[in-house]
């Protein structure tokens, strides 16, 4: 990290002002023997200050230049942050100046990479940086920001704590067999505090799928066979005709995506072409995709026609749903009820007259619990990364505690508890391999 780094943060193309960001331990001098005055290394800490960017005696730019000194920045290092107007030209012309300069173009996640080398935020931090600048809703923003300040990981340490209080009983025992009464210390203290771990773990892992929901959204297919309105009614929801309303059957061929906010939960609907045996191989490739949707979609909104009755084929995918989040809308309420079904899941709409979406879009903020979310404060896990290790220390404790059960000697666990502990420790990346940083950063953007 001994190299000076320099990236454009602010989004290419036009706009009023453009930042170009510089960290490093020359970063200071760098800049400086770029400006009119060659006075910038003569300025505090946490100053903006006025200047000219010059290429030789040719003035490139006026700008406004940030000088942050080590190690009270986002890197630990010396940021400098030129404040360049807008536009394409001007921008990449001064970074390039400062490429030509002693600078090395930065990695994308580079300066977030430093700040978390250098110790200034740890891994959930960095995750919750990303999860920020790819919010998409209020409620998801809201979150990410949890994770910025550091709740998430207080959460972790809090019980890796624990774990360490557990061993510190286990080692008393072991360097002081006096107290050997191995079967009271066990009961009493040590299988009561694993408990209590497990079920913070558990408690944790339950609500960060909330959390996902809130992040990523509500991943939801709209099945159906042809003409039953499918189109229609996703054109109700999103209020615009993305998807072509037709009369003729299976002509929704394409995917056609889209989302919507409810509650502040996002959710990603995905139209799909009609389910029904058919001939037609553009349309067989829809209608197998719609089944493949299916298992991968967190709600299926299976649509009816009214005024139909039931087909085989729809009797073989209401079963198929069974184990699934699923809504049947029953579509075309305002023609005549030929449609028999029973079932708890049904919400009847008008999709023509715009009947009934409100009913729908109830139905789903209660099935998935929507209004206890947008009270709740979030603190939770919100990526698979941290999900899954946050799983596999869940999973190796619960053998830890049955182990115990079967009466394994005490002093043969603290091994396996360490283990749980470093699994914690990775989720906030007190421990992590190069491999996993490098993967992890470079879906940053470039100058973040
Ligand atoms: P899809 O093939 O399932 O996507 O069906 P479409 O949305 O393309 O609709 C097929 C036909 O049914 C179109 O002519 C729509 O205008 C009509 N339609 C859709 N919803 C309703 C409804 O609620 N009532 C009535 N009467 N017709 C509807």
Redesign the pocket.
Known sequence: MEDTIAAISTALGVGAISIIRVSGKDSIEIVNSLTKSKKLVEKASHTINYDYIMDGDKEVDEVLISVMKAPRTFTCENIVEINAHGGITTTNYILKLLLNNGCRLAEPGEFTKRAFLNGRIDLTQAEGIMNLIESQTEKSRNLAIKQLDGKVSNMISDLREDIIKVEANIDVNIDFPEYDDIEVLTNEKILPSLKDIREKMHKILENSRDGLLVKDGIKTSII?K???????LLNRLLHENK?I???IEG??RDIVEGKISIEGILLNII?TA?IRDTEDIVESIGVKKSLELINESDLILF?LNNNEELTSKEKEILDLLKKKNYIIVI?????EDKLVINDDNIVR?????DEGIDKLKDKIKEMFNLEKIETEDFSYLTNARSISLLEKAEKDLNNIINNIDNNLPIDMIELDLRNVWNTLGEIIGESYDEELLDQLFSRFCLGK
């Not at 042809?226 to 229609?232: F, T, W």
């Open positions: 159906g042809p003409n039953v309105g499918k189109s229609s998807a309303v037709t009369d002509t929704t139209d009609g649509v579509n075309k309420c305002d023609l709409i008008s999709a023509l007259e």
